[in-house]
């Protein structure tokens, strides 16, 4: 093995090291120099060595990393639960076993494997070069890869999974998270995110598959050369565009439509794919924000690349939006897979819709297209539309006044992309699914939240609104009249020590004796808890909970007299326990203001009683 991929032909480098004082760190501190051989990880281990940092050695060699609703995802650099080159490879050898087992035609159906912009290529931890080991595993097994040549949305490896008959996907990237992370995203034959058994399976899998192969494994130089490496990019590319055309239904609007988009990628991937996306509708293309359309892993216009934080990191777009006279800034996470949507208010300021407000209008937007192609009423019976347990209730109120089926899931798109494969597979439409953390599905194209395809779709319906003379906003205003106001708030704690947040929620289920839930909150009485981790729900005859149980996270759902409905969960992607809270009133007009200071004393009591965040020395946020 060569300089250029790490060990320098030293193969006593680790009989250099001192001990630690602690045999298994040291053990671990051996395996890890044994097996690694990027030059710029092994040295993060040489070093921590050197300086005595125990207890970062044992927090990065003592422990591995686990599936959570995003799959892996972790900080980049040297350690067993860090993302570098050998957990990738580990990850991939387990992967590759477990899908022996499954498919008997792995040979030929493959896997696809795509890649985001995250990363330094000379740290040895780029997306690209992560991808790339990954295929090398998956070839080295002589298993076809369709791995993509450059950089792609996250949705085009789940529609690509679909479109090419793979055995599953994988994709490399941490999406909205800092810089410093990045992740392993594994997707299904069905194309959906990997649920459980999957996923604990592929873990037993990896920890059985821990020691490389082959140096083949490491060679990333040779996926190039390699006759069973094919770049699916161009066919799938073209397949989507293709098939977007599915949600256009006012082409000849759209090429007339004076109204101005910007557009900002947050120096991901998004910008060629959303031109493309909007060209495809008719569209004259968004207007992009020049210094951050093209890829940046450093993200060194934003404090954090997450649009779902709001106006505070939509600076320049909107900057740039007031510039160029335009009514509508659209703004994709960096992976293209979240979008968020602001409009200029016809007063002052901006409006950033939250992820729940964006929903109930491309809920609508998808019904009322829908329901134009279809006067039968009973064709409802088949028509369904999905949402995340923690997201608005919007959905429901839709589908109890107009007769189709509306159905809640656990946290995560992967929960989501399963349903609606089981429901296509009984003739079934599913035409809209959502979280409340702006990530959207239009139709079916994809089993998986997409921003590119939203984004469009955005852009169409404020297109055939503003033609009536209706803002996003005002018709907004419109669906709550008619299905009542659906008020959500979203806040959240940063909590970086694990213990706590075990200590928190043993509190919270233990909080007047054993075994034993809050009764009240901020003095309204709480008639029902469901706790989704231990499989308890007191609204049900046999208070067994309806959604499937999950052990590994928290979370927590109260039903209040008042008709507001609460959600503590933890985070599966970062360290956090997020806050739902939503008051659902009934159809027609309400006194907006005093639900609004209901939700907020609800909201505010649930986090000082239950979290305690000044005991816990909490970090508070509200998105």
Avoid at 51 to 57: H, I, K, S, T
Avoid at 158 to 165: H, S, T
Wanted: charged residues 20%.
């Amino acid at each position: 093995m060569g300089d250029d991929n790490g060990l320098n032909g030293d193969l006593n480098a680790n009989s250099r090291c001192q001990s630690t004082e602690d045999p298994q760190l040291d053990k671990a501190v051996q395996q890890w120099l044994t097996w690694d051989k990027n030059r710029w990880t092994r040295a993060q281990v040489e070093s921590l060595v050197a300086a005595g940092r125990v207890e970062d050695l044992r927090m990065r060699l003592c422990s591995r990393l686990s599936f959570g609703t995003a799959g892996l995802r972790a900080p980049m650099g040297a350690g067993f639960n860090r993302i570098n080159d050998l957990t990738i490879i580990q990850s991939t050898q387990g992967l590759y076993s477990y899908l022996c087992r499954y498919f008997a035609d792995l040979s030929s159906r493959g896997v696809v494997v795509g890649f985001d912009t995250r990363g330094q290529e000379e740290s040895g931890c780029s997306s690209q070069r992560l991808a790339k080991l990954t295929a090398a595993v998956m070839l080295s097994r002589d298993v076809p890869v369709h791995l993509f040549s450059t950089f792609v949305p996250t949705p085009y490896v789940p529609y690509a999974v679909k479109k090419l008959g793979a055995a599953a996907g994988v994709m490399i990237t941490a999406s909205h998270n800092p810089k410093e992370d990045n992740g392993y995203k594994v997707y299904w034959c069905n194309g959906a995110q990997i649920s459980s058994p999957h996923d604990k399976e592929i873990l037993q899998s990896i920890e059985e598959q821990l020691e490389p192969w082959s140096a083949s494994c490491w060679e990333e130089e040779l996926v190039e050369s390699c006759s069973l490496r094919t770049d699916p990019l161009t066919q799938i590319n073209s397949c989507y565009m293709e098939e977007l055309t599915s949600l256009c239904f006012h082409r000849d609007l759209n090429r007339r439509c004076p109204l101005k988009f910007v557009h900002s990628s947050f120096h991901g991937v998004g910008h060629a794919f959303i031109q493309q996306a909007f060209q495809t509708f008719g569209f004259a293309p968004p207007i992009p924000v020049p210094e951050q359309k093209d890829p940046d892993p450093n993200f060194s216009t934003v404090r954090c690349p997450n649009p779902e934080e709001g106006e505070s990191v939509l600076e320049l777009s909107l900057l740039l939006a007031e510039k160029e006279n335009a009514r509508i800034v659209l703004a994709t996470d960096p992976d293209a897979d979240r979008l968020a949507v602001a409009e200029k208010s016809d007063g002052c300021g901006w409006k950033v819709f939250t992820g729940n407000e964006l929903a109930a209008l491309l809920g609508w937007w998808m019904f009322f297209n829908w329901k134009e192609a279809h006067a039968d009423p009973a064709d409802c019976q088949q028509v369904y539309m999905l949402a995340t347990t923690v997201s608005s209730k919007v959905l429901q109120a839709f589908a109890r006044m107009e007769g189709f089926h509306f159905e809640e899931t656990l946290p995560g798109f992967k929960w989501i992309g399963n349903r609606i494969h089981e429901l296509s597979k009984t003739g079934n439409t599913v035409l809209f699914s959502f979280e409340e953390s702006i990530g959207f599905l239009c139709g079916s194209l994809v089993p998986d939240k997409d921003g590119v395809s939203s984004a469009v779709v955005v852009a169409e319906m404020a297109s055939y609104l503003h033609n009536k003379s209706l803002s996003l906003s005002q018709q907004l205003l419109h669906i709550y009249h008619r299905y009542g106001y659906h008020l959500s708030k979203t806040s959240y704690v940063v909590c970086n020590d694990p213990p706590t947040i075990q200590k928190i929620f043993s509190r919270i289920r233990n909080f007047e004796g054993e075994g034993s839930y809050p009764k009240t909150c901020g003095g309204v009485q709480i008639v029902h808890v469901r706790d989704v981790t231990t499989g308890y729900d007191s609204s049900r005859a046999d208070l067994r909970s309806v959604l499937p149980v999950t052990r590994n996270s928290h979370m927590i759902t109260f039903t209040l007299q008042n008709g507001i409905v609460a959600t503590l969960r933890t985070s599966g992607t970062e360290p956090k326990i997020k806050c739902y809270t939503e008051y659902c009133a009934a159809p027609g007009d309400s006194e907006v203001s005093v639900l609004k200071e209901e939700l907020m004393k609800v909201t505010t009591a649930l986090l000082d009683e239950f979290l305690e965040p000044e005991k816990n020395n909490l970090i508070r946020r509200c998105v």
